[in-house]
Each structure stands twice: as structure tokens, then as C-alpha cells.
């Protein structure tokens, strides 16, 4: 099965998200076989799939077939992993208390970006979603779009995903569900998002760049809430997986990838990288890169530092500028002048004071019974 991403414990629910390369079934996890369409959100007893738009439509009626199962619980569809939490519990609880089989959440933005329309009759029910590939200029013109996430009673949506028609672009579009649904008597209740950055669709690079601002910015927002300080929200980039102490201070043009650990009072950046790394307490890090390395506390280094993989500075190290470690370990208090490279070495903590780092690793070398490498 394929494996889970970054989990987020959100008290009832836990989400996870898996891709198309991971996806082959999922029998053991969920029990049943999963075809696949990506991303896939699992909330405790409820499942979200994200379909694939250039897999969704295809797979419509083997989506029945392959999942035909009476007893499983609520089923989502959904195409886009921006929707809050909080979102999709309240599309639940609104499905919960509808009579009718389905739900699904809408959103009024300007700019469309080829999302279908949400057609309403006289009385404001939801009547049809229309593609915009197929929609009049009189449709186009609605400003209420479908932002592609349903919520549906999993016993009625397999019968009706049987009912769904080829349309003249020789695609099942899972849309039709809706005005199955009307046409059948029965009641489609829809939320419309209020901030209607949940809802940014990627159809074109323009709009991959929009979205991961608007996922930056949200973590961004979540770390100074937390109290950490960000100078410039707009030109610092941290991944979902990294964690940062209170009070620690962040410059512009500062990347902090994949499971970096920051501690607390720490100054980073500007223009520095830090990836996959932990850093302690009271570090200064300026304009310098970092990778897979370990910084103890009460570390400084830069301008101009690189760190590369297995790098370890214990408490206290110094670092000048245009240096560089590799896979070595600089003992508490090591002070590393400018201009310096240490690669497949232990520095003890001997190694301080105003003698340059070379002249005393020299020393320590010719001193050695066995190379210290």
C-alpha cells in the first residue's frame, strides 16, 4: 500500500495523503481496492478521494464496480488538498441532515479557473452543475462554481454512477451525479466556502504558484501565531513538516525544507537553506546552507557557511565565513576560521581559542597513533 503523507492529528479526524505512483489498492488499510486517483484524505471513518481530472471522468463507471460496497461509510470526492478541516467537518455535518444523497461545496470567485457552474432554479435549489467545456455564454457568466468536493451517501452513488452518460466530449463527468440526484426527486444541498482560497483550482503553472502562496502563506500565519517572528512572510518559505521554537526570528529569502527541527531563540537568514536538519537552542545562522546536519545550542555560523550531509556542531561552535563541514564532528566550543573546509573528521573540543583551525587540526593529526579519520 502506498505510503501515508504527513499525517495531521485534528482531534475526531486524521488526514493523509497518498499519490498516484503510491496507489496500487489499499485493501489492508481501508479494505477495499482503490483505483488510481489521487490525492485520497482518510477522516476516521470517512474517506476523500481527490480524483485525478484527467483520471476522474474515465474511471466513473469502474469506480462503481471496483467499490460496490453496501456498507462503507460516507464517500467524498474531492480534487484539491487546500479545504481546512474545519471545512469538510461542516460539509459532513451538512450531509448529515440531508434528506437528499449528496452535498457538495461551491464557492463565487471571479475568476473561474475552468471550474463547472452551479445552475439554481427560481428557488435558489441546486438544479445542475455544467462543465465549462460544455456550458452556454449565459452559463459561463454564473460566478458560483463547483469546487469539486462531495459528500455522498455511499448506497445511492453507486446505483447512480451507472446512470451517468457519455457526454459529447467522450467523458463521464461524475457532475451528472447532481442532476441524477434532482431529477430523482431528491434534495442536493451545497455550502459556499467564505474564503475562497480553499477552493484556488491548478489547472495552469499560473495557478500551481497561486496556490502555494496561499499554502505558504497559512503556514506562515500558523508559526507567528505560534510566536515565532517572520520579517517577511511573502519571501520565506517553510514546509509543512518543519517545526520552529518560540522566538525565534526569521530573515527573508530563508528555506526551512522537509523534517527540519528549529529550536527556540534562534536567528536565521537571511538568504540561508536549512533541509532535513535540526538546530538547537540560540543558534545564529546567516546566509548559510545546511543539510541533514545536527547544530547543538548557542551555534553560529556565516555568512557563506555549507554544511553538507552528517555535519554535527556541538554546543557552543563558531563558524567563519566560506566554510564548509562534511560528515564531521566540531566538539563544544571548536571555533572553524574563514575560508576552512573539514570533511570525514572528529574535532575535539580542544580545537578553540585564536589558533586557526587548520594549524591546530595539523597538529593534532601529527600528534595522532591512528588517523583520526
Known amino acids: 500500500m502506498g505510503r501515508l503523507r504527513r499525517p495531521i492529528d485534528d482531534g475526531d479526524w486524521n488526514l493523509a495523503f497518498l499519490f498516484p505512483h503510491e496507489i496500487v489498492e489499499a485493501r489492508e488499510r481501508l479494505g477495499l481496492v482503490i483505483l488510481p486517483l489521487a490525492p485520497i484524505e482518510w477522516h476516521g471513518p470517512h474517506l476523500v478521494l481527490g480524483c485525478d481530472p484527467l483520471l476522474a471522468h474515465a474511471f466513473a463507471r469502474r469506480l462503481a464496480r471496483e467499490l460496490a460496497c453496501p456498507y462503507f461509510p460516507p464517500l467524498f470526492i474531492g480534487t484539491e488538498r487546500e479545504r481546512r478541516p474545519e471545512t469538510l467537518r461542516a460539509l459532513i455535518e451538512v450531509q448529515k441532515n440531508n434528506s437528499g444523497p449528496l452535498s457538495l461545496l461551491t464557492v463565487e470567485m471571479e475568476d473561474p479557473h475552468g471550474f463547472g457552474r452551479i445552475l439554481r432554479d427560481e428557488e435558489g435549489r441546486v438544479t445542475a452543475i455544467v462543465e465549462e467545456a460544455v456550458a452556454t455564454p449565459e452559463q459561463r457568466a454564473i460566478r458560483e462554481l463547483n469546487t469539486g468536493v462531495y459528500c455522498i451517501r455511499n448506497e445511492w452513488l453507486w446505483g447512480a454512477l451507472r446512470k451517468i452518460q457519455r457526454s459529447p466530449k467522450g467523458e463521464y463527468y461524475l457532475t451528472d451525479l447532481v442532476e441524477i440526484a434532482v431529477s430523482e426527486g431528491l434534495e442536493v444541498q451545497a455550502v459556499c466556502l467564505a ?62 525544507r522537509g523534517q527540519t527541527r528549529i529550536g527556540e531563540n534562534c536567528v536565521l537568514g537571511p538568504d540561508t537553506i536549512i533541509e532535513d536538519s535540526q538546530i538547537g537552542n540560540h543558534c545564529t545562522v546567516l546566509a548559510s546552507v545546511i543539510e541533514s546536519s545536527v547544530l547543538e545550542d548557542e551555534v553560529r555560523m556565516g555568512p557563506f557557511c555549507h554544511l553538507r550531509p552528517k555535519a554535527h556542531l556541538a554546543r557552543g561552535v563558531k563558524m567563519g565565513n566560506f566554510g564548509e563541514v562534511k560528515a564531521s564532528y566540531l566538539g563544544p566550543g571548536v571555533h572553524m576560521g574563514h575560508f576552512s573546509y573539514i570533511g570525514e573528521a572528529p574535532l575535539p573540543a580542544t580545537l578553540t581559542g585564536k589558533t586557526s583551525t587548520a594549524l591546530k587540526l595539523a597538529k593534532m593529526l601529527l600528534s595522532a597513533q591512528t588517523p583520526c579519520w
Not at 502562496?213 to 512572510?233: C, N, S, Y
Not at 517553510?238 to 522566538?247: K, L, N, P, R, S
Request: proline letters at 3%; a negative charge.
Open 195 to 256: 474564503d475562497s482560497e480553499e477552493a484556488l483550482g491548478i489547472n495552469t503553472r499560473v495557478h500551481l504558484a497561486e496556490a502555494e502562496a496561499v499554502l505558504r502563506k497559512r503556514i506562515a500565519r500558523q508559526w507567528m501565531e505560534a510566536g515565532v517572528t517572520i520579517v517577511d512572510p511573502a519571501s520565506t518559505y517553510i514546509e509543512a513538516d518543519v517545526t520552529i521554537g518560540m522566538d525565534t526570528v526569521i530573515y527573508p529569502n530563508t528555506y526551512l
